[in-house]
């Protein structure tokens, strides 16, 4: 729950990296939040106004961890748009978001992991 509540307070900033487990921990509570919308929806007989109110409000959180995650991997933000590539595009864009991030500092920041890149030293 704390990834997800880091990255809801972060959640207009797409500066920066973020930890593989960071990011799914946070998309592993986004989901469950909304399958109990769903299923509270459902009890109220709700015609989706909540999930929509959701899903609307943490459009962008949701977008800014997949930049910063991708930033992880030294790869721009906009190489998210590689889901648009028929059929295959999820695919690809699944496999850059589940690579393990480039050791050390890279061009969007430090390491969140903290580990230290020993080919440049200070």
Same mark, same amino acid.
């Given at each position: 729950m704390g990834s997800y509540i880091a990255t809801v307070k972060n959640f207009a900033n797409s500066d920066g990296r973020v930890r593989r #487990?960071?990011?799914w921990l946070f998309w592993f509570v986004h989901y469950g939040i909304?399958? @109990?919308? =769903?299923?509270l929806g459902e009890l109220i007989q709700d015609d989706h106004a909540l999930i929509a109110v959701y899903l609307s =409000?943490?459009?962008?959180p949701a977008l800014a961890s997949i930049v910063r995650r991708l930033h992880?991997?030294?790869?721009?933000?906009w190489s998210m748009l590689v889901v648009l590539i028929p059929f295959v595009?999820? @695919?690809?864009? @699944?496999? =850059? @978001?589940?690579e393990q991030g480039s050791p050390g500092d890279n061009?969007?920041?430090p390491d969140? #992991?903290?580990v230290m890149d020993l080919t440049h030293p200070v």
């Open positions: #487990k960071d990011f909304c399958y @109990l919308i =769903l299923f =409000l943490s459009f962008i992880d991997t030294n790869r721009s933000g595009g999820v @695919l690809i864009g @699944l496999m =850059l @978001l589940v061009d969007y920041g969140p #992991k903290g």
